[in-house]
């Protein structure tokens, strides 16, 4: 297969159709801007079927994803989107880079859900953009910002509301989208790379953040959410 990208935690592929690509998933692991790296053993397979799972779940709620099916435990099929360069993140409890930077303790609670842009760019570091940003470096027309708005609210609805009753809490998670044909659709990926899960009762974290913070057992994330799914 002709390899189009390569990232952290997944490769592209061109399809055999224009219009379509396939993704797939590795085991590789990096936190802070790739300062950190690793493998957690498994990891591309549980990502690739949690993704699916909510892709799946948030398209039959009436949500557009670029999600077009499995192919095999790594690899999914997808349209062939252009990726919007910003980082779209939802939280719902204080945790990671807002905790540290409004001197807020993990887990405090947020009066509101919170929405904030990143410009994705490894160079810069991702740097925090707000709507003005955006519109001043044309990174997405007024339209296309609604839109996502839109739908990163419907899609943390629908999140919340499945985790809550596998009794797990959805922290925060960072959202991607890309251009197709005039529309805009969910694109990458949902799973504990991306998400911040933890317990309902417990508040163990079961996350990429086990990576981020050198604690025990990395794969538990992985594992847990994909049993909590039934997957
Ligand atoms: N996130 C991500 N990729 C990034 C940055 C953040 O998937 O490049 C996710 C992260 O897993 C968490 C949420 O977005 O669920 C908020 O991350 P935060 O800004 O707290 O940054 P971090 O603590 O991950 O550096």
């Not at 490769?11 to 957690?40: H, L, M, R, S, W």
């Not at 435990?73 to 910003?86: A, C, F, G, H, Y």
């Not at 508040?203 to 057992?217: G, I, W």
């Amino acid at each position: 297969m002709n390899l189009l990208y390569e990232g952290k935690a997944k490769k592209v592929f061109a399809a055999d159709e224009p219009d379509k690509c396939v993704v797939c998933y590795k085991d590789d692991a990096t936190a802070f801007n790739g300062q950190k790296k690793g493998a957690i053993e498994g990891k591309g397979a549980f990502n690739n079927k949690i993704t699916n799972f909510f892709m799946g779940m948030l398209e039959s709620h009436g949500v557009r994803t670029h999600y077009i099916k499995e192919l095999s435990d790594r690899e999914t099929l997808v349209t062939k989107v252009e990726i919007i360069p910003l980082e779209v993140i939802v939280r719902n409890i204080a945790a990671g880079s807002l905790a540290k930077r409004l001197g807020l303790a993990e887990g405090a609670a947020l009066a509101c859900t919170v929405l904030e842009f990143c410009y994705k760019s490894d160079e810069l570091g991702d740097p925090l953009l707000n709507e003005y940003h955006i519109a001043a470096l044309k990174l997405a027309s007024p339209e296309e910002l609604e839109a996502i708005k839109t739908a990163a609210f419907k899609i943390n609805g629908l999140l919340t509301n499945y985790l809550e009753a596998v009794g797990i809490l959805l922290v925060d998670f960072k959202l991607e989208f890309g251009r197709f044909k005039g529309e805009i659709l969910l694109a990458d990926e949902i799973s504990p790379d991306t998400c911040r899960f933890w317990d309902a009762q417990t508040h163990e974290k079961l996350d990429k953040d086990r990576f981020r913070r050198d604690m025990e057992n990395v794969r538990k994330g992985y594992e847990e959410i994909s049993g909590r799914l039934g997957l």
